[in-house]
């Protein structure tokens, strides 16, 4: 079956701009998780979704950023007034029962 | 705060060596998992390990969970130049919450 997709693959906006990036999870996967990347690290935890609710929000940097999932599957990661910093890529997984995360291929955000 | 660290960072080794990565906190893991990642992908999960002292193998790779659930090892017998890759471990700290926290990485060249 199809894996995680994500939209767009690559993302270049200017500063102050707003951004929304789509994740799709794999049917059936009642968890899904957002995470960020920047070169070189590990991903970094931003929020996790059990169903349409966000579980643990406890990684957002600020309140610049936002999530959704309304119907309790493809999800939207929110970023308004986007800084420099914000440049990374943003990583989404999803889960069935919480142990094994699929990811998928990330998309690329790069603030100018 | 909860935070993993992994050992060494980068590690560039000739085809047919072994080597040994390790991922180490200060605190207890409900459980511990083993990522592999290639540039331009997301993650990909290798191994979930949940017992203390439990040992995993996975063809030429061997998992270790501490005794006291603190600390893991991934080791690889007979590196190819298929086994380059940023290789992860996270852990979730609190059974049943599914946040998991990613270690800094290590980043493995395999030489031909």
């Known amino acids: 079956g199809a894996g995680v997709s994500q939209t767009p693959s690559n993302k270049v906006t200017e500063k102050g701009k707003y951004v929304e990036l789509r994740c799709d999870p794999i049917?059936?996967?009642?968890?899904l998780y957002w995470y960020r990347q920047s070169l070189g690290q590990g991903p970094e935890f931003l929020i996790y979704?059990?169903?349409?609710?966000?579980?643990?929000d406890s990684g957002l940097p600020n309140d610049r950023f936002f999530a959704v999932r309304p119907e309790g599957s493809v999800s939207t990661l929110k970023i308004q007034r986007t800084e420099r910093g914000d440049s990374a890529v943003y990583l989404c997984a999803s889960s069935k029962e919480g142990y094994e995360q699929y990811f998928g291929p990330g998309t690329r955000l790069t603030v100018l | 705060t909860q935070l993993l660290e992994q050992s060494p960072q980068f590690l560039s080794i000739q085809e047919g060596e072994n080597l040994t990565v390790y991922c180490n906190s200060s605190s207890v893991f409900s459980s511990l998992q083993w990522y592999r990642q290639e540039p331009g992908e997301g993650p990909v999960l290798l191994v979930t390990v949940v017992t203390g002292g439990e040992v995993k193998k996975l063809k030429r790779l061997t998992f270790q969970f501490g005794d006291a659930r603190k600390d893991s090892s991934l080791h690889i017998t007979a590196a190819q130049p298929g086994d380059t890759g940023l290789y992860l471990c996270?852990?979730?700290?609190?059974?049943?919450?599914?946040?998991?926290?990613f270690g800094t990485g290590t980043r493995l060249k395999v030489l031909a």
């Open positions: 049917s059936g996967h009642t968890a």
């Open positions: 979704f059990q169903g349409t609710g966000a579980a643990d």
């Open positions: 996270a852990g979730d700290f609190t059974s049943g919450t599914y946040k998991y926290i």
